[in-house]
Each structure stands twice: as structure tokens, then as C-alpha cells.
């Protein structure tokens, strides 16, 4: 049944990592990263999947995918299809998705989760919503990362109950601390209500380069005091996101960055962040990865360069 090319064989053998990817904020660059995530893993060789479970359908967007044009995570939140189903593959209605990358697409339908669930049996459990879909979805993918919304609503508490890790995104803003606050309040109570399991892997900090704000400043400090594991080391990736433009010029087309300027530094440190996420899933050893980092150092210095100096 692997159509004589092995895949399915393949397929069965991944072990599957469910990352939710949030903040209780909106724009600090939750969606750009876990698009990015999932197309920088992509790149080397990865299974990934995203899954959008906000109404804005930021990564739906981001991806290139028409507004409501296709069935998506609402359908599969309230029972009605398989994720198998729905999910969206490159070529797709000639739609070109990042290598390797999947997407279960997200529409406004979103907002009516909950009343659809209610309507549908009073015995539904609204928060294990996601655990049998995420099930079925186990071996078929490296990644699946859960792009949630910035509010506590049932995609988004559905989310920390199913999934494995939690990354949470961060950039300089007046709300910034309050935002990574209610989440790691969220994360606390969901790991004591039902997803013990539940871990941060870690904090992306983007916007923070150049001469340090003192909105920066007090980010970092903040995360540097707040989010720890337990053997004391700071759960902050190293990799940190730099601003630029052509993150704006890549989403208004429907693509990512590896699609528009595969040799900017912002690749570069999304490749990075990919390779610290898989060293801190051991996936990949830590010295292997920093061979790896070394060697995409040496070979990209020109290529860098001329992105950096392209903006």
C-alpha cells in the first residue's frame, strides 16, 4: 500500500513533536515564527504541519491560501472531517506551500466553536477537542505546530491541552510582559488540569537588534528572570529574530521568506532556531548541531552579507 516507494513505510517511522506556538498578545510575531519554524525544519528534510487555530487566519494567509476557500481546523475541531482530510499539500489547487510544509487552514468559522461544539452534545469536553485529531496525525509528521490565537477561546485552551511543548513569541512591546505572564498562567493550569505532560521549549525574543530599547531591555530581563528550566539554564533560544521589512514583503505575497529571500540573515536565524529546537528535543545531539551551525557559518558569510546588505 506505500505505492512501491517506500513511503508509507517512511511515514510510519517519524516520531511526532506537537508544538503549540503562542502569547495572550497579539502582533509580537507569533504566526511569522511558526510559519518560519515549520519552513526552516522543512528545509532539512522535515515532515511539518501547521495548523491555524486562529480566526484572524494569520498563517493561513501567510501561506498563500484564499480566505474560507477550503475546510479546515473549525471542521475538524467540531468532529466534522478527519485531518487527513482537510489538510493542504503543496500543489494543492496550484497553491505553493514552503518544502515539506503542510497546512490545515483556518477561517472565521473559528469564532463559532463553541457554540457549534454545544449545539452538537452537552457531553463534549471543549478542551480535549484537539487530543484524538492530534492522534491520528501521530507518525506522520516531525512537526505539527498549533498557530493559536492570542485569546483564551476553545481553539486556543484546546491547544495547551493537547500539545507536547509550548514555544512562546515575544517582541518589544508596552504589553509585551503581560502578555508571556498569561500565558505561562495558562501553561501552569493546564499542566495542572488535565496535560501534566505540557513543557516550554522555549522563548523566541524578535525586533530585538541594534541599540536595545528600554522596552527591550526590560523584556529581556524579564525573560531571562522568568522563564527558566529546571536546571537553572535560561529557556530564551539563542537564535533571536531580527526586524526587517521583508518579513511584510513575503506575507503580502502568500509566502515565506525561504520562498522570497532565501539568503537573508532572517533565514539564517530561523535555520538556527530550527537547529536549537532540535537539539533541545534531541532530536539532533548538541555537538552535531553545532558542527552544523559552524559549517552554514563559514559557507553562507558571502551570501549573508550581500542579503544584509539588501535590507
Request: hydrophobic share 35%; aromatic share 4%; net charge negative.
Amino acid at each position: 500500500m506505500d505505492g512501491g516507494d517506500g513511503r508509507s513505510e517512511q511515514i510510519r517511522d517519524r516520531k511526532t513533536h506537537i508544538i503549540a506556538v503562542g502569547n495572550q498578545k497579539g502582533g509580537v510575531g507569533k504566526t511569522t515564527n511558526a510559519v518560519h519554524m515549520a519552513a526552516a525544519l522543512g528545509e532539512t528534510g522535515r515532515k511539518c504541519l501547521i495548523i491555524d487555530l486562529d480566526m484572524n487566519q494569520g498563517a493561513t494567509r501567510h501561506l498563500g491560501v484564499p480566505s474560507n476557500s477550503f475546510l479546515g481546523s473549525y471542521e475538524v475541531l467540531i468532529g466534522e472531517e478527519q485531518p487527513l482530510d482537510v489538510v493542504i499539500t503543496n500543489g494543492d489547487e496550484d497553491l505553493e506551500l514552503p518544502k515539506n510544509v503542510d497546512l490545515i487552514p483556518a477561517s472565521r468559522k473559528l469564532e463559532n466553536t463553541e457554540q457549534a461544539l454545544h449545539q452538537k452534545s452537552k457531553f463534549i469536553v471543549e478542551q480535549n477537542v484537539l487530543i484524538q485529531p492530534l492522534r491520528s496525525l501521530e507518525g506522520k509528521y516531525d512537526y505539527i505546530f498549533l498557530d493559536t490565537a492570542p485569546n483564551a477561546n476553545v481553539p486556543t485552551i484546546a491547544a495547551y491541552k493537547a500539545a507536547r511543548w509550548f514555544i512562546l513569541a515575544a517582541m518589544p512591546d508596552p504589553l509585551a510582559i503581560t502578555g508571556l505572564n498569561d500565558a505561562l498562567v495558562d501553561i501552569q493550569d493546564a499542566q495542572q488540569n488535565g496535560n501534566p505532560k505540557l513543557e516550554i521549549l522555549g522563548v523566541i525574543l524578535s525586533g530585538v537588534d541594534g541599540r536595545r530599547t528600554r522596552l527591550a531591555s526590560q523584556l529581556i530581563a524579564y525573560v531571562d528572570r522568568t522563564f527558566r528550566f529546571d536546571d537553572g539554564s535560561p529557556a530564551k533560544f539563542e537564535s533571536s529574530i531580527s526586524r526587517s521589512v521583508v518579513v511584510h514583503e513575503a506575507q503580502k505575497e502568500g509566502k515565506t521568506l525561504f520562498e522570497t529571500h532565501p539568503q537573508h540573515k532572517l533565514c539564517e536565524q530561523y535555520r538556527e532556531l530550527a537547529r536549537e529546537i532540535e537539539t533541545r528535543l534531541g532530536v539532533v545531539p548538541a555537538a552535531q548541531a553545532k558542527r552544523t551551525k559552524a559549517a552554514a557559518n563559514t559557507d553562507g558569510e558571502e551570501m549573508a552579507e550581500e542579503a544584509v546588505g539588501n535590507g
